[in-house]
């Protein structure tokens, strides 16, 4: 007897490859509260078991707590994170059903991840070497969580993608060696002067880089005049060809010339040019992610988790793609036709299957392991508002693959005033075709009226304006991801968490990324002393290395001992420049940790722990300034540069996880907090009964409702021995009565 055991990479996705290999004949047990599936088929049993992501995770040999650490191992999850306790019962259950299985399947997500998280399992179960590993283990291979792809993956199994796993295993132990490393190093350099540790990591150190630079531009730069000539035609504006005008006698020349000629303006050109214009492609994850924050507001983050609980309840395809393919073989006139039954799509898909339009655009990106993001025909039911917003945005990408080109009419007029060129421009959409399809387009029309060549024309609202020139604009969070992919750093799954980290640890803030002042002189400090850590070629190197592991170009080996040697140089440097970057740091760190001025000696006030852990606020100037204020606890302070107007201390900004987020002063007496003590006051009025300061209390006796009433009697007894008032217990009387029949 021969039993088979298939790992999933999460329990809804457990679920979904029962049912399909089932075919309704599965058995749900559980170990526990822990879940898992049987299939009986003849002699042989099939366990189904979920993982709940990374159930191994890096950790370091040994208990030193200073830098370099460069030896390392997989080891539980729950054993080295308490946050990651949750997941020993899915690792138990997993190694009990093992005990009776012969054969394993890696049935996780099909990319990197998925590989390093099965593969791991099966080596813990197993205690094979990884090169003994096939005999053994095998590897499903899925886009979908429909019945009829998990069924094709079955029939269809594949060997174990070794590669995969050892370019995967190789980029954990890089990024836990980089940032383990150069976090504590950090750390170091500010001696004591930061109770949370610093943290930068391989993709992290350049993406501070990118967004840092970007900040310094901002602040540096210095606004330029510049004018501008404009005047309307037939209620259409006209801008003068030169454009932005640098000098300011020649805008006013150009300006007195035009405005001397007005009645000699004529029409000089028109340019109509129509252009059939293509739908944009299918979705890979990083398109997906930067449409859904411009056109339905999601963070990238949200957009992925929401793509993923999409794709695991068989609604949508895999979303950590790369590609912008949709092949043929994925059955897409079926996938049409399913999507017929949706009445918000019955008139778009009816058009397509009735003329055959079956071939999609498509994008040249691809990816070996997935198609592109596509619905797959599934009917989606009990969505919530984000996941349907989420969904139509995809149904409607993927229908305009399919759909006739937009037809464009574009216009450029340009008119003639003595020597000077004025110029209008218009788009207007003759035929919508995907368009129409697809709602999110943004495409803005301006319609231009009847204008003929040689027409005496009449000006009108004639306007030279000064301006000035603008700094570069920061980043979006969509914007950053695109970046990081433009230059290759990081993977399609990792970069919004990378940057969600830099919000975690202060070093950026708002929806338009601005670098906070702390982020900036953690940036200034590595740019000036050890530019390798957040030098993005640095990373470059080391991420062409793991592409060339996937294509067996070179060995984990070989990659990981390169890793350890450019970590080791970047720390050399680190370790020589140590006190500098120190200083550095302290210098900025103060103030851009401050939550505001204190009010009564105009120090900073920053936020200090007691020994038992508690936050409060204390003045940088202790022990000449004692100032204090208490503060939430459990909670993120956040300041906001504003001051109160009546007691004068910083308003900071209360971030609590699961609660409502509110700003308030420092002050606990401040007038502003005058209603909210009364109310909290008059809640308890009841039962304060003539309240009376304590000061008061030492000499003087306070009555209450209950001073007049009879006090309820208690039988006391005095005792020879002390004097003093005892209380005869039941316990007490009945061992004295024992006593006294003994006696008898």
């Known amino acids: 007897m021969s039993n088979t055991l ?4 999460k ?6 490859i029962a049912s399909a290999l089932g075919n309704g ?53 729950y054993a080295v994170s308490k946050n990651s306790a949750f997941t020993k019962g899915y690792l138990d259950t997993i190694r009990k059903l093992s005990t009776n299985c012969d054969t394993f399947i890696n049935a996780c997500d099909y990319d990197t991840e998925g590989t390093v998280i099965g593969t791991n399992i099966i080596k813990d179960v197993t205690k094979l070497e990884l090169t003994n590993l096939g005999k053994k283990a095998k590897r499903m291979k899925f886009s979908t969580t429909t019945d009829k792809d998990l069924l094709d993956s079955y029939k269809n199994i594949q060997p174990l993608d070794f590669n995969n796993y050892y370019a995967g295993e190789t980029r954990h132990i890089l990024d836990w060696l ?14 004591g002067s930061l109770r949370t540790p610093l943290s930068i990591g391989r993709v992290q150190g350049p993406t501070l880089s990118i967004l840092s630079r970007r900040e310094i531009e901002i602040k540096d730069f210095k606004p330029q005049p510049f004018w501008k000539i404009t005047l309307e035609i037939k209620k259409v504006k006209f801008t003068n060809s030169k454009g932005n005008i640098s000098d300011k006698d020649d805008a006013y020349k150009a300006f007195e010339e035009t405005k001397n000629n007005l009645e000699n303006a004529v029409v000089n050109k028109i340019d109509i040019r129509e252009e059939k214009r293509l739908p944009p492609p299918p979705f890979d994850l990083t398109s997906l992610q930067i449409e859904a924050s411009h056109v339905i507001n999601l963070d990238p983050s949200l957009t992925l988790s929401l793509a993923q609980s999409l794709y695991e309840k068989s609604y949508i395809s895999y979303p950590r793609t790369s590609s912008q393919k949709l092949p043929y073989t994925l059955g897409l006139p079926n996938i049409i036709e399913q999507l017929s039954k949706i009445p918000d799509y019955k008139e778009i898909t009816s058009y397509l299957i009735q003329n055959k339009k079956f071939k999609p655009i498509e994008g040249k990106k691809t990816d070996e392991a997935h198609p592109s993001i596509f619905p797959t025909g599934i009917l989606p039911n009990n969505l919530s508002r984000q996941e349907q917003s989420l969904y139509d945005l995809i149904v409607r990408r993927f229908l305009s693959c399919f759909s006739d080109p937009a037809t464009i009419s574009h216009t450029n007029i340009s008119v003639g ?27 803005n029309e301006t319609e231009i009226p009847e204008f003929k060549e040689g027409e005496k024309v009449r000006p009108e609202n004639l306007d030279i304006a000064e301006l000035q020139t603008q700094p570069p604009k920061r980043y979006t969070k969509a914007g950053i991801i695109a970046e990081l992919e433009k230059r290759g750093l990081g993977t399609k799954a990792t970069r919004a968490a990378i940057v969600d980290t830099l919000f975690k640890r202060n070093y950026v803030i708002g929806n338009q990324l601005q670098v906070t002042e702390f982020g900036l002189s953690v940036y200034n400090a590595l740019l000036h002393n050890c530019e390798m850590i957040i030098d993005e070629r640095t990373t470059e190197k080391l991420d062409l290395d793991l592409e060339d592991i996937v294509n067996n170009k070179t060995t984990e080996e070989k990659v ?23 200083n550095e740091l302290k210098s900025t760190f103060r103030s851009a940790n401050s ?6 000696c105009g120090g900073d006030l920053v936020i200090r722990h007691s020994r038992a852990g508690k936050q409060f606020v204390a003045c940088s100037n202790y022990p000449n300034c004692t100032v204090t204020y208490s503060l939430p606890q459990s909670a993120k302070i956040v300041p906001t540069g504003k001051v109160c107007e009546y007691c004068k201390t910083p308003i900071i900004r209360v971030i609590r996880k699961g609660k409502r987020t509110f700003e308030m002063d420092l002050d606990p007496n401040c007038i502003t907090k005058k209603d909210y003590k009364a109310k909290f006051e008059s809640k308890f009025e009841s039962k304060v009964i003539n309240a009376v300061p304590a000061t008061e209390l030492k000499n003087k006796e306070v009555k209450t409702e ?36 003994g006696t008898k």
């Not at 329990?11 to 979904?16: G, K, L, M, Q, T």
């Not at 005033?417 to 495409?443: D, F």
């Open 706 to 741: 209950n001073s007049d009433k009879e006090k309820p009697k208690v039988k006391r007894k005095y005792t020879k021995k002390s004097d003093k008032k005892t209380t005869t217990t039941k316990a007490t009387k009945k061992k004295r009565q024992k006593e006294k029949k």
């Open 595 to 600: 939550l505001g001025k204190c009010p009564k």
């Open 560 to 582: 990981i001992e390169k890793g350890k040697k450019l970590l080791l140089e970047a720390i050399d440097i680190f370790n020589k420049n140590k006190v500098q970057i120190g």
């Open 417 to 443: 005033i003595a020597q000077q060129t004025y110029k209008a421009s218009g788009m207007q959409i003759l035929k919508k075709g995907w368009i129409e399809v697809y709602k999110y387009a943004r495409l």
């Open 6 to 9: 298939i790992i999933a990479e």
């Open 178 to 191: 980089w940032g383990i490393n150069f976090s504590r190093a950090l750390t170091s350099a500010l001696s």
């Open 25 to 77: 004949k599965t058995q749900r047990s559980s170990n526990g509260k822990y879940s898992f599936y049987s299939i009986k088929k003849d002699t042989e049993t099939i366990f189904i078991a979920p993982a709940v992501g990374h159930l191994f995770t890096i950790k370091q040999k040994g208990n030193e707590r200073g830098y370099p650490i460069l030896n390392v191992e997989w080891a539980p999850s």
């Open 11 to 16: 329990p809804s996705v457990a679920a979904r």
